[in-house]
């Protein structure tokens, strides 16, 4: 049983418009949330995160959106750029005192690819 | 060397060999965590190790043996692998804070490709 769900197996944008990533989870313990990006023959690098108290992160070009009410988050890029092609994982955990800690779940990953 | 390194990148063995994979991470972390990436498949955890100790063990069969012999080093001993263990293997690790056990980003290395004839 997949707890986290990233039901768009690959995303094409083009270069300067924004690239959004969606991701869904059923666990309500959740309340962590990550994204990792990809690239071939390279492990997962982190590129951002959100805790359930709030509702949007912001790093530069990527945000983080999180609606808990609906268990769903979304990662934008803004501008995308040719660069940003790679896999993007959306990662949850449990960090609360009394819960599964440390155990990231992952999505299956969204292979964007930005073309110019 | 930086972040967290794994050794080696590929690996092809028999059935009957017996190798090890090797991680070593250079952050100054205490939770270190082998995975297991299949063709189509989400991230599967196998181990986690929070200060030196197992403190999980994703229902892994017994042909996967983890060893923690200190904080920045972790190993996956195999031995009798199925052509299904087949993978990319990716170590990671994280800094455990607090008395709740609060739990950072895991940063990962870039993976052993494992391949088994």
């Known amino acids: 049983d997949q707890q986290v769900k990233q039901n768009s197996p690959s995303l094409s944008v083009q270069e300067g418009r924004i690239s959004i990533l969606n991701c869904d989870y059923t666990n309500s313990m959740f309340d962590y949330f990550l994204w990792y990006k990809k690239y071939p023959a390279e492990g997962p690098t982190f590129l951002i995160s959100i805790s359930s108290i709030k509702d949007k992160n912001e790093d530069g070009r990527f945000t983080v959106f999180l609606n808990k009410s609906a268990k769903h988050l979304s990662l934008h890029i803004v501008p995308s750029q040719p660069g940003d092609s790679a896999v993007y994982f959306c990662?949850?955990?449990?960090?609360?005192?009394?819960?599964?800690?440390?155990?990231?779940?992952f999505g299956r990953g969204t292979q964007l690819t930005v073309w110019p | 060397e930086t972040g967290v390194t794994q050794t080696p990148r590929h690996l092809v063995m028999g059935m009957t060999n017996k190798k090890s994979l090797k991680c070593e991470q250079h952050l100054g972390h205490n939770a270190m965590y082998w995975y297991k990436q299949s063709a189509k498949k989400p991230l599967e955890l196998m181990f986690v190790?929070?200060?030196?100790?197992?403190?999980e063990n994703n229902s892994v069969p017994s042909r996967f043996s983890p060893e923690c012999p200190n904080s920045s080093h972790l190993f996956l001993h195999l031995h009798t692998l199925q052509p299904e263990d087949s993978a990319l293997y990716l170590c990671a690790s994280s800094q455990v804070e607090g008395g709740a056990g609060t739990y950072n980003e895991q940063f990962f290395g870039p993976g052993t490709r494992l391949t088994v004839l």
């Open positions: 990662a949850a955990s449990a960090r609360r005192k009394g819960s599964t800690l440390g155990r990231l779940y």
């Open positions: 190790y929070n200060f030196k100790e197992q403190t």
